[in-house]
């Protein structure tokens, strides 16, 4: 009888991980758009539009009083606030055009419109312009990350859509925002 109980259990067993597994990857393929991961774009790129659990420290010169910071050779930007307190900080994905390390005000803003790359994007803020090239940030709708062309010129600094709607609500026209190496 021990022989059958165990035989039962192991069958059951076997069945219930086939059965999890099988309902796995059914809610892995049908994930709504919206909830899926980037769809373009390199790994690192995904890897940058993560907005990290773990705050990265502020980098020295970058200003004070209340600041968007954006990092060129981190990717990263932190929203800073009166106090000089970090309110949020995260990842990007730059456009091929980068704007020099100086001191800029965001200059205008859009809810919607359509990307340099194509893509329509939300929240967009801009702060500056290279030999005709506007540089500011924004979220895809779909999530994506850019698909980087060296021979075009973009100014896009993608975040995800959080990321996006926080900066959104910090970065109004003439805020300041400090770009650092």
Not at 77 to 106: C, I, K, N, Q
Not at 119 to 145: C, K, L, N, W, Y
Request: hydrophobic share 40%.
């Amino acid at each position: 009888m021990a022989g059958t109980s165990s035989a039962m259990v192991a069958g059951l067993t076997a069945a219930a991980l086939a059965t999890v597994g099988y309902l796995g990857h059914r809610a892995a393929v049908t994930v709504p758009a919206g909830l899926r991961p980037p769809a373009s774009g390199t790994a690192a790129a995904h890897e940058a539009l993560r907005s990290g659990s773990h705050p990265a420290a502020l980098p020295a010169r970058s200003g004070t009083g209340e600041r968007v910071v954006y990092a060129l050779g981190d990717d990263r930007v932190w929203l800073v606030g009166e106090d000089g307190a970090v309110r949020r900080t995260f990842g990007v994905v730059p456009g091929t055009v980068d704007p020099e390390p100086g001191t800029y005000r965001v200059t205008s803003r859009s809810a919607a419109v359509t990307g340099s790359d194509g893509v329509p994007v939300e929240h967009v803020v801009r702060f500056a312009s290279v030999d005709g090239t506007a540089i500011g940030f924004s979220a895809a709708v779909d999530g994506s990350a850019p698909r980087l062309d060296p021979r075009e010129r973009t100014g896009g600094i993608r975040e995800t859509r959080a990321d996006g709607a926080a900066l959104w609500g910090f970065a109004t026209t003439g805020r300041k925002v400090v770009v650092v190496r």
